[in-house]
């Protein structure tokens, strides 16, 4: 059974168990400045294409571990086994037996358990030590990844700090493929932010979301992580910016620190960085760092632009960080939102009513006393009773389909 056989595997959850393994084999070519690798399974392929500074490129491919990371959730959804027909260290072989059992017992409606094996499991001596100790930074230009550039780069994560080897910008994720324009502009801005504290970019175009991914919201993370592992044997690890603080977890959800753990080998640790401070904390974390606030880059609903919208949800909500600590608004974001814009907010999941409740706490615990502040408190609960409906019309909806296969048998 391949993917292809099922184009929008959201909406079929319920795929019967297949009786032969996935195999999967990854390759490499290189070529001054640029290095691609695919990995291959059934008539498919999943397609990493690196570009920049020789450098800051990841060394020859030793062990094959981003091919098991890459398609670990297909194979969770079809009910296969996984086979790497290549070498996987074993440390990360042991890990994925967590993260299996973690996303099976989170969203049983999507995922099986499954077997996970290698033609051959390296120790993790076998891979050669970076000969200093380095990360790789996910940097999009967005709060998350910008405020964990600027605080490795400044030393403020103490002793977890690393000197960054390279920040990576991905196509293929929030910027289609398909959208050269956009990620023109975002390569641009991305580069001038990453020069400012002497970082080098490299650029990364992938088609894992449109061939390998089955749910978004729940496997972000997964092929985040699967981007940074490129550097296994060239870094020590891998730094993606924290959704939530860990005061505010929401679970299942794609980026955690539970599951980034477990994506983790013990030469090449996936880290979910600064997952101690808030939002709105990571906001004024970066007042101190012009550049990264003129070029800061968080919108994905609105025009595929590789500007900011400066209207959808997510930027709204991002001037509301920096109103709440009492903040000018970078000119990323101009336009100060009027009390009907924040009124009419619409948060469509919980994950984002928590981040709207968070800047309600902060800004209270700063005195802020504004009229926008009290007409954010009524967006909460005029989404928070919306979204109650939404939920058992979703509810409904999965029960009827249900129904409707019982009754087609």
């Known amino acids: 059974m391949n993917l292809s056989d099922h184009p929008n595997l959201q909406e079929h959850p319920f795929i019967q168990h297949a009786t032969r393994p996935l195999i999967v084999r990854l390759t490499e070519k290189r070529s001054e400045g640029r290095v691609v690798r695919s990995a291959s399974f059934g008539n498919q392929q999943v397609w990493w294409e690196l570009a920049g500074p020789e450098h800051s490129l990841p060394a020859p491919l030793v062990a094959h571990d981003m091919a098991a990371t890459a398609l670990v959730f ?7 086994d996984l086979y790497i027909d290549g070498p996987v260290t074993y440390s990360l072989l042991k890990n994925m037996e967590d993260l299996i059992a973690c996303w099976v017992a989170w969203r049983p409606d999507l995922y099986r358990a499954i077997r996970v094996g290698a033609a051959q499991e390296l120790p993790d001596s076998a891979i050669p030590a970076p000969y200093a100790t380095r990360a790789v930074a996910a940097f999009s230009g967005g709060l998350d990844a910008s405020f964990t550039a600027w605080r490795h780069v400044t030393g403020r994560a103490g002793r977890r700090s690393y000197p960054l080897h390279a920040g990576v910008l991905i196509q293929g994720f929030d910027i289609a493929l398909d959208a050269k324009a956009a990620f023109d502009t975002t390569i641009a801005s991305a580069a001038d932010t990453l020069h400012s504290i002497s970082v080098p970019m ?62 983790s080998s013990r030469d090449f640790q996936i880290v979910y960085d600064g997952g101690e401070f808030a939002r709105t904390e990571k906001a004024e974390g970066i007042l101190d760092w012009p550049v990264g606030l003129r070029n800061l880059r968080v919108c994905w609903e609105g025009p595929t632009t590789g500007r900011n919208c400066g209207r959808c949800e997510k930027c709204m909500r991002t001037k509301l960080n920096f109103m709440a600590v009492g903040a000018d608004l970078p000119e990323s974001l101009a336009g100060r939102p009027t009390d009907a814009q924040i009124l009419r907010l619409r948060a469509g999941n919980h994950a984002q009513l928590v981040l709207l409740e968070e800047i309600v706490l902060i800004a209270e615990q700063r005195q802020i006393n504004e009229s926008w502040l009290r007409m954010l408190k009524w967006a909460i609960k005029k989404n928070r009773f919306l979204n109650t409906f939404s939920i058992f019309g979703r509810i409904r909806r999965v029960l009827g389909s249900f129904k409707r296969r019982l009754v087609a048998r």
């Open 202 to 263: 490299v650029t990364l175009k992938t088609n894992w979301r449109t061939v390998a991914c089955v749910n978004w919201e729940m496997e972000f993370g997964n092929g985040v992580a699967t981007c940074l592992r490129n550097w296994q044997g060239s870094a020590n690890a891998g730094l993606v910016g924290s959704d939530e603080d860990y005061a505010r977890l929401v679970l299942p959800w794609g980026g955690n620190p539970i599951t980034y753990a477990m994506l």
């Open 74 to 80: 297909v194979a969770m959804h079809r009910g296969q």
